[in-house]
């Protein structure tokens, strides 16, 4: 039998090609774990790794749509509630899944993503496919990022205590040094460098998912150095997989339905169902190795499944949202009025890229 043409043979891979080479990442490390002065390399090149994306995320958050957002408080405080009360309730209440489901180490990181900000991107990329309130995604996930710098640490100082994580003074001076700082950075170049980083934003995914890449590589890295995966076994790992799959359609029905109860339109709740039901992979890695140190590959093991899984069922619900929509995409800003034009790009823009 004659094989197709290349023109005739699909152009994307049924499996998502960023998830190939995050599973291509861990299986490096391994296999080629860096030690020794390598392990210092790997370390230090993870740690401006973790400067540059929130560098790159204060450079390109746009102060106006910012403020433009908070006239639509009640929509915020709903996605800042489920973010950082009803998620860190549910992963408290997962302690009873310990140790007959769950070992010790598994739950630090399922309670720690749970601590996690929203993600931004994935968030304005589901709401604009479902026709939802882009603008309230834009800000509602700005907001749990900003928000999520100063409060995830201190809730990890609250909950992760005695879980093999936890807050300190050195905790504290890293995250503001490799993370706030960086971000602040940003903020003031956005002047600046602003519009010239918006029109590369295919090279900057790029430097995003490169920079996440370098962070897991030197998490897993100190995890296979320090012997902690055998510490787990294959029947562990599909328990936290239905732990998981557990909590995000709990989170997906609360959002969905709470919205509902609290009065919010089909728009507004398209927009806190994406924004308050996701975790944020590239802010959550550069915080675990900040929190964890060499017991970082564990901890981030739960919120490297979430997210994949996130993306995978909120595509699917995405779709229907879509299909039982209106003909006219909802882009009302927070307060009701038409769409912003800069709202409406970027909503453009995570679309396109959550294409790619």
Not at 329 to 351: F, W
């Amino acid at each position: 039998m004659r094989r197709p043409p290349l023109s005739k043979l699909p152009s994307r891979l049924p499996v998502d090609g960023y998830l190939l080479a995050l599973v291509g990442t861990v299986a490096l490390a391994a296999l080629l774990p860096a030690r020794g002065p390598a392990a210092s390399v790997a370390e230090g090149a993870a740690t401006g790794a973790g400067a540059l994306l929130f560098f790159l995320y204060g450079a390109r958050l746009p102060p106006r749509e910012a403020m433009d957002g908070l006239r639509h408080w009640r929509l915020h405080l709903t996605v800042l509630a489920c973010t950082f009360v009803l998620f860190p309730v549910l992963g408290l209440a997962a302690r009873v899944l310990v140790p007959q489901v769950l070992p010790p180490t598994l739950y630090t990181g399922l309670l720690f993503l749970c601590l996690v900000p929203s993600t931004i991107q994935s968030s304005i990329a589901f709401t604009s496919l479902a026709r939802g309130n882009v603008a309230a995604a834009i800000c509602a996930g700005s907001f749990s990022s900003l928000v999520g710098i100063v409060l995830t640490p201190l809730l990890a100082s609250l909950v992760l205590h005695g879980n093999g994580g936890g807050f300190s003074t050195g905790s504290l001076v890293s995250i503001v040094c490799q993370l706030l700082l960086p971000f602040l950075a940003g903020q003031l170049l956005r002047r600046w460098i602003g519009d010239r980083l918006t029109r590369h934003q295919k090279a900057l995914g790029r430097v995003d998912r490169g920079s996440i890449l370098l962070v897991v590589y030197a998490a897993f890295s100190a995890g296979v150095v320090q012997g902690i995966w055998h510490q787990v076994s294959a029947p562990r790992l599909l328990c936290l997989l239905g732990a998981e799959a557990v909590l995000l359609a709990v989170m997906l029905s609360a959002t969905w339905y709470g919205s509902k109860r609290l009065g919010f339109h089909r728009a507004d709740r398209i927009a806190i169902t994406f924004a308050g039901s996701k975790k944020s992979l590239a802010a959550g890695l550069p915080m675990a190795g900040v929190l964890f140190g060499a017991q970082a590959g564990l901890a981030v093991l739960p919120l490297m499944v979430f997210h994949q899984m996130q993306l995978m069922v909120c595509a699917v619900l995405a779709k229907r949202f879509a299909a039982t929509a209106g003909p006219e995409p909802a882009v009302a800003v927070a307060g009701g009025a038409g769409g912003s034009p800069a709202a409406e790009a970027v909503g453009e823009a995570a679309v396109s890229g959550a294409r790619r």
